[in-house]
């Protein structure tokens, strides 16, 4: 509003000179306030169907569309001015080449002829009025991507560095797994089974977590593996389920342990914390390119659901979880979180870019 304010008064000051006869009209005031306030309509229409093609045109035919397009906003919208003007203060009251220019903006298109299309010109001429607030809009557009392109930055500088600090143990610890498998191996082949697997698990987190993005595939695998491992556990007390639809291909890629928290999640909310029967389900669909993945967990009795849903949904899993979504994601994903007294639900749904794409 304080620009607009400042953009209209500018724009007097600098035009309201040469009519200083009738300085203390306040219909003229009024007109010139019009006149220059059009282009708060015009901006902002301009921006919504700019909004509207860019996915459309590229480049130079971006340009020329939206050219096209703010020439046809300007016209419309002047074309209303010159009509509220006849109708409340008549033209031939107006100061300068108002009168002449209403008349040309007033004029049918089809009763149109000769010199007459030349106020499309003087639409293309006064557009210039546009330089400032778009200058500034693109201004404060550049200052936005410059702020979360640091903050991306710094956020994957903090990652690295976390990264960095948790390996130390997990390689000791998957060293010290492979050793005692081979020791209990010849002792017990359910233990040992056990053993590998969690050690699979803690070579995954390792290796392959190191990219931006991993394959679909990998992720699912690791998934598959840590709901064996969980089932091994607690199978006399708990139905786990993973079931997978769709055709996986093997180019789709989404970031690595994206996934898992999810997963983590339900067995820590539900499994984990009761000695009470439990159930995890989990289901991975692959369609078009899209990934739909949902997790649904029971919750234990005797937790309010309130509490629960506080600690489910605001643990540094999801939250991690947000954070990985909006980096990665930021307008195609769709996040939905459903909690009832006995259910706790999510439904995560993604577009899956290929490795031939990136």
Not at 4 to 13: A, E
Not at 79 to 93: E, P, R, S, V, W
Not at 209 to 229: K, M, N
Request: aromatic share 12%; charged share 20%.
């Amino acid at each position: 509003m304080a620009f607009w304010v400042f953009f209209i008064l500018y724009h007097l000051l600098f035009f309201i000179p040469a009519f200083t006869e009738r300085i203390k009209d306040k219909e003229l005031v009024w007109v010139q306030v019009l006149y220059y306030g059009r282009y708060i309509p015009i901006f902002y229409a301009v921006q919504v169907l700019y909004r509207m093609v860019r996915k459309t045109f590229k480049a130079a035919a971006l340009f020329a569309v939206l050219l096209l397009l703010t020439l046809m906003v300007e016209h419309g919208v002047t074309f209303l001015l010159y009509k509220y003007l006849q109708a409340n203060i008549g033209l031939d009251h107006l100061p300068g080449n108002f009168p002449k220019l209403g008349e040309l903006y007033l004029k049918p298109l089809p009763a149109k002829t000769g010199k007459d299309w030349l106020v499309f010109i003087y639409d293309l001429l006064e557009m210039q009025l546009l330089i400032l607030p778009v200058g500034i809009k693109m201004v404060k557009y550049g200052v936005k991507q410059d702020i979360e392109e640091i903050s991306r930055q710094k956020d994957q500088a903090q990652q690295e560095l976390d990264n960095l600090r948790a390996q130390l143990a997990p390689h000791f610890i998957f060293n010290l797994l492979n050793s005692v498998h081979g020791e209990i191996r010849a002792i017990s082949r359910v233990s040992a089974n056990y053993i590998a697997q969690a050690a699979e698990l803690i070579r995954f987190s390792l290796y392959e977590t190191s990219r931006d993005l991993i394959s679909l595939h990998s992720e699912l695998y690791y998934i598959e593996q840590y709901v064996e491992l969980e089932s091994m556990r607690t199978s006399h007390r708990a139905e786990i389920n993973f079931v997978k639809k769709g055709s996986l291909h093997s180019q789709h890629l989404v970031p690595p342990l994206m996934l898992i928290s999810l997963v983590e999640n339900a067995f820590k909310h539900s499994v984990h914390v009761t000695t009470e029967r439990s159930f995890v389900d989990i289901a991975s669909e692959v369609y078009e390119d899209k990934l739909n993945f949902q997790v649904s967990n029971s919750i234990p009795s005797g937790k309010p659901a309130r509490k629960h849903a506080h600690k489910q949904q605001g643990g540094l899993g999801l939250a991690n979880l947000k954070r990985t979504l909006q980096l990665h994601f930021p307008l195609t994903h769709r996040l939905h979180i459903e909690q009832t007294d006995t259910l706790f639900l999510i439904n995560l749904q993604i577009p899956l870019p290929r490795k031939d794409r990136t």
